[in-house]
């Protein structure tokens, strides 16, 4: 995991003294600064922007950094990359969240109790799916259709979509001399 502290960012980008994320156009210069380091990331990186020394994070700051972040890594022009966010407080998760669900879309976080949490939208059978992802660590569909009691497509089916999402990270491991697929937490 590569963590990138927004603060550090903001007094780079903005030099205005203010630890807040707030206007649109303050979240573009922020937005396009981060673009620039995923850019420089391997694929597989799991990327944690660090909103611990952030005080507000204003609505449509939120949409634009956030939300249209993972609007465009969902769209592929990061390549296989995932972003979380870390150190967020009570206020900003609000804020993200609304520019996470008006877009359809959801990121895992942690809070600064360290507490992980989903936000954003996503239906209840993929929560349920990787609520059981978190608590063993990874799992592979063959595993899922045991737990769940679901059908080997399903479950399958049920993986790809939170990978799809970039909620759980996939790679490929040897089992029984053959290749099978396996999602874990990020």
Do not use: P
Not at 105 to 116: Q, T
Request: net charge positive; proline share 0%.
């Amino acid at each position: 995991m590569k963590t990138y502290n927004l603060y550090k960012f903001l007094k780079e980008e903005l030099k205005n003294g203010s630890n807040d994320l707030v206007t649109r156009t303050s979240g573009q210069a922020i937005r396009e600064r981060i673009e620039r380091v995923i850019a420089q990331e391997e694929d597989g990186t799991i990327v944690a922007l660090d909103f611990s020394k952030i005080g507000i994070v204003d609505y449509s700051c939120a949409d634009e950094v956030v939300a249209k972040l993972m609007s465009r890594l969902l769209s592929g022009e990061y390549g296989d990359k995932y972003i979380t966010l870390t150190g967020l407080n009570e206020n900003q998760k609000e804020n993200i969240e609304v520019a996470l669900e008006r877009k359809d879309l959801a990121i895992m976080a942690e809070m600064r109790d360290e507490k992980k949490i989903l936000l954003g939208s996503l239906n209840n059978y993929l929560k349920e799916t990787l609520n059981l992802i978190l608590k063993k660590g990874k799992i592979s569909a063959k595993d899922l259709s045991e737990i769940m009691k679901l059908e080997a497509n399903t479950s399958g089916t049920r993986l790809l979509n939170l990978y799809k999402k970039r909620l759980v990270k996939r790679t490929d491991e040897m089992v029984n001399g053959g290749k099978v697929w396996v999602y874990e937490k990020i």
